[in-house]
């Protein structure tokens, strides 16, 4: 469901709700905001439990490097700590990395929420049209979005190829060196892509007029407004929980000192 | 008086020199193309055919660096006086290689880029790719998918309808049907060349020219230094420049090689044929006397075309077994179901069926490359000489990507000598597909070697040396499936053929006895190919 909204209606809801994640320094907010973005993917965009559990893994082990350091390294963490000042979750180092931790995950899963059900051609049609976005850069960014995909076939062509060379089949999951080892093969790869993208664009046309049609651009319909209204109401209504508990008073507070 | 309307294209003493490269890469050339005319132009691998090309709408130099001397005019001004981009309205390019071509959009978006920036209106821009597409037989339920994630022909036929759907007055096309199976490929050939249209020129590249030179008004033959080697009317031409073709490692199509037999036999056709129903036709016409001849000559041609190797023994080691196999490409949906098939030592065989049948994906299950989906794969892990050479290089000179030595024998033998010091990405396509196939081949004995479209891009001296390394791989014992749409290149070199298509294995047996079946064919979107017409006819002689 979520798929078929407008994209730029969604990305600017989701935008307002990555700078209240990062402004809002309280865990219930970061817990309410995963909370919601699971239960998006999984019951409007029918995404298994599973799935939204792997997809926080990578940014629970970056969120895990704020709690250790907020745990370990108390100086460094002065303003989280000023922040954690009444820790609800024991300690007041625990409690900010515990937050940190927490907002490391709502952030990552706000961003995964959208690139999950955002079709970047969609986005970019939608930029053109709406925000005026100029094609070469539409179609510069349309490029590299699409290319982060085409990067893991890339890999698996070149895992093949060196496999052949050494006579052996590849590992299922590369290892740390070969990873390292695949970094600038797949740099040149994007390189070399991007320079014929630009050629092929280029011979087909691209700027040759002022002015270029946009077939197929999505158009705003009554579920993008429907879909605003709840998300901002829902957004509202956090950040005055937040401001309940006091939170955002300490982070003006603390800003002001 | 007869009116010469003036060139909508034409090279002035033109040659292109790449920075740092000594040689020029193609020149001094002069040629023009009328409005209305559908000229050929042929040359081996690494002639700069493709460059030429490229000097047309100024894409070489004004985006690709280059040198070029000598004159370019296209519609009555010099390239050089508009960008690249501004020429797009007058000329629709199909690059070589499609994945050079297509942006990596959905299949209807690709279409319709050069429409959008042309700025027509959104609805004419939609009627227009729904033609487009039709026109060229994609599906509808496909025209969401990333082009990305098509196949090698799939890709193909989604540039050629972006081309199309420009309805430019001048197409430039680049080996238009190299990845698209045998009746893709001759529906396409009739699309792009058969309408005549006083207003639409074509200038074409291509190796694959059975069925398409009775389209043709003129040809053009460019040799391996980049210069003109002759030029004229397909039938007068290829009569009188048939050695010089061969000679050059031209591919030339079997009708002429027909008539050459011929005339070096005592016997001159009063017309030249150019396809195999004009030379069956004229063979049939000839009296008594030079007609058992001709027919000797024939016969002798025709059994030279086909695989001389020796069917491997029933009873051979099994090299790879599928068993109840599905397969699946890296990420993507099930393609094929339940397949099963085995394999020996010394055994070539042919893979077959139309495009995204799943041939590829075949091929790399075969190998041990892909995991099955289900079912059980046994077997040596295999080589594979990817569909897309450039998957093959992983090193930054043509030496380095030869490790076996003699590294400069194995070079000299695939015509890459002197080129050991570039970057195999500066190739042309046919050198990079040369070079592919060293990796694989060269002073090495796979047990298993899958060869996916290995003649693709490949010129007729290139062919021949690839069909004789098989033979020598074959009888070393590897077992060698290749993966291809050039029926006459498959029935030369394999004994055995697989047709996949419906998501299944349609057939698996000898390969002339499946080339004959004309119900198979038709479901696989095959086409008999010339050599079995011909013997087919002779064969009807005898009776």
């Known amino acids: 469901m979520l798929s078929r909204l407008h994209p730029l209606p969604k990305l600017v809801l989701c935008s307002l709700w990555l700078a209240a994640s990062m402004l809002i320094f309280d865990a219930a907010f970061q817990l309410l905001t995963i909370g919601i973005v699971a239960a998006s993917l999984i019951l409007l965009e029918r995404r298994s439990p599973l799935l939204v559990l792997a997809l926080m893994v990578p940014f629970a082990l970056f969120g895990f490097g704020f709690l250790t350091t907020s745990v370990l390294f108390r100086q460094e963490s002065d303003f989280a700590l000023r922040m954690a000042e009444r820790a609800p979750f024991g300690g007041a180092a625990f409690s900010a990395g515990l937050v940190l931790f927490l907002r490391a995950i709502a952030c990552g899963m706000i961003s995964a929420l959208f690139v999950l059900t955002t079709d970047p051609g969609a986005l970019i049609k939608a930029m053109m049209v709406s925000w005026r976005l100029s094609p070469r850069i539409g179609y510069s960014l349309f490029s590299a979005l699409h290319l982060t995909r085409d990067l893991a076939s890339e890999a698996h062509e070149m895992r093949l190829a060196r496999a052949m060379r050494r006579g052996r089949p590849p590992r299922r999951i590369p290892g740390p060196m070969e990873t390292i080892s695949l970094v600038v093969p797949l740099l040149a790869f994007a390189i070399r892509r991007a320079s014929r993208m630009a050629i092929a664009m280029e011979a087909r046309g691209l700027g040759a007029l002022g002015h270029r049609t946009v077939a197929g651009a999505p158009e705003i319909h009554l579920r993008d407004l429907l879909f605003t209204a709840a998300a901002a109401t829902m957004l509202a209504a956090a950040i005055y929980g937040a401001l309940f508990s006091n939170t955002l008073l300490k982070i003006v507070s603390t800003c002001l000192k | ?11 002035q003493d033109v040659a292109v020199r790449y920075p740092y490269h000594q040689a020029t890469a193609v020149g001094p050339v002069s040629m023009a193309i009328r409005p209305g005319e559908r000229l050929l132009l042929l040359g081996p691998s690494g002639s700069g055919k493709s460059t030429l090309l490229q000097t047309l709408t100024g894409l070489i130099p004004q985006s690709i660096l280059a040198d070029v001397v000598g004159a370019v005019r296209l519609f009555g001004q010099e390239a050089s006086a508009r960008a690249p981009a501004q020429w797009a309205s007058h000329v629709a390019q199909l690059f070589q290689n499609p994945e050079q071509m297509l942006c990596g959009m959905t299949v209807a978006d690709e279409v319709a880029f050069a429409l959008e920036n042309q700025g027509l209106a959104a609805s004419e821009i939609q009627r227009r790719v729904a033609a487009a597409l039709d026109r060229v037989g994609f599906p509808h339920d496909q025209r969401d998918r990333r082009t990305m994630t098509l196949s090698g022909g799939e890709k193909q036929l989604v540039a050629l309808a972006a081309m199309l759907a420009q309805n430019a007055p001048l197409l430039v096309i680049d080996e238009p049907t190299a990845h698209l199976a045998p009746a893709a490929a ?19 590249v291509d190796h694959r020219l059975d069925g398409m030179l009775g389209m043709i008004d003129r040809v ?64 049939a016409a000839l009296n008594d006397g030079r007609r058992t001849l001709s027919l000797e000559v024939a016969r002798s041609l025709a059994a030279r075309q086909l695989a001389t190797a020796q069917a491997s023994g029933t009873d051979n080691d099994i090299i790879a077994a599928l068993s109840g196999v599905h397969c699946a490409p890296l990420f ?12 020996r030592r010394g055994e070539t065989l042919a893979i077959l069926g139309r495009n995204g049948a799943g041939k590829t994906t075949l091929g790399a299950t075969l190998a041990g490359l892909l995991r099955p989906r289900r079912g059980r794969r046994s077997g040596p892990m295999g080589s594979i000489c990817f569909q897309n050479p450039e998957s093959q290089f992983l090193t930054g000179s043509v030496r380095e990507e030869l490790t076996a030595p003699p590294v400069d024998r194995h070079l000299a033998e695939w015509g890459l000598a002197g080129l050991g010091d570039r970057h195999p990405f500066e190739l042309s396509q046919g050198q990079k597909r040369r070079l592919a196939l060293a990796t694989v081949t060269a002073g090495r004995d796979p047990p298993l070697l899958v060869l996916d479209e290995p003649t693709a891009g490949l010129d007729a001296a290139g062919k021949s040396l690839l069909s004789r390394r098989i033979e020598r791989l074959a009888g070393q014992g590897s077992a060698i499936a290749l993966i291809t749409h050039d029926l006459d290149f498959a029935l030369g070199v394999c004994r055995r053929a697989v047709v996949v298509g419906e998501g299944r294995v349609l057939a698996d047996g000898p390969i002339a006895a499946l080339m004959r079946d004309h119900a198979l064919l038709a479901r696989a979107d095959l086409e008999e190919p010339p050599v079995l017409a011909l013997l087919r006819w002779l064969e009807s002689c005898r009776c």
């Open chain 2, 220 to 283: 053009v033959a460019i040799g391996a230094d980049g210069t003109m080697i002759d030029g004229g009317a397909p039938r007068e031409f290829f009569r009188r420049c048939h050695a010089t073709l061969v000679s050059n490692g031209i591919w030339v199509p079997l009708a002429v090689a027909v008539d050459a037999a011929l005339i070096a036999a005592g016997i001159r056709l009063a017309k030249a044929p150019l396809t195999m129903s004009e030379a069956i036709a004229t063979l």
């Open chain 2, 186 to 204: 001759s529906r396409l050939r009739s699309l792009l060349l058969a309408s005549r249209q006083a207003a639409r020129s074509a200038l074409i």
């Open chain 2, 1 to 11: 008086m007869l009116e010469i309307a003036e060139p909508v294209a034409s090279w």
């Open chain 2, 332 to 343: 993507g949906p099930v393609t094929l179901r339940d397949v099963s098939l085995v394999l």
